[in-house]
Nanobody, 123 residues
Framework: QIQLVESGGGLVQAGGSLKLSCVVS?????????MAWFRQAPGKEREAVSV????????YYADSVKGRFTISRDNPKNTIYLQMDSLKPEDTAVYYC???????????????WGQGTQVTVSS
């Protein structure tokens, strides 16, 4: 059974930083997959925050987080990360990691999801 488990969320003041982690377990190695972070704020649709290709060659960042967030992956550890700096109140959301067999930013591309971790940024 494939599981994705996020951690690292919490409450932080505006301007602060958090680092999210997502550990993948089960009969899968993330080295073969595109990995991504999505987020969903109350009353809003789930959106792709950042995507990383299986070989680290390509990354995608939503315009709202460019220059502030950094995605990375450690394939031997089956783990991906999201370093979030200069956080803003509008970054408040539940953050999810997800796995996809092909590149894409649509949630429909992703076949396995974590349960999410709450990030709350106070002003």
């Amino acid at each position: 059974q494939i599981q994705l488990v996020e951690s690292g969320g919490g409450l932080v003041q505006a301007g602060g930083s958090l680092k999210l982690s997502c550990v993948v377990s089960g009969r899968t190695w993330i080295a073969s997959y595109v990995m991504a972070w999505f987020r969903q704020a109350p009353g809003k649709e789930r959106e792709a925050v950042s995507v990383i290709s299986w070989d680290d060659r390509f990354t995608y960042y939503a315009d709202s987080v460019k220059g502030r967030f950094t995605i990375s992956r450690d394939n031997p550890k089956n783990t991906i990360y999201l370093q979030m700096d200069s956080l803003k109140p509008e970054d408040t959301a539940v953050y999810y990691c997800a796995r996809a067999p092909k590149w894409g930013t649509s949630s429909g591309n992703y076949d396995y999801w974590g349960q999410g971790t709450q990030v709350t940024v106070s002003s």
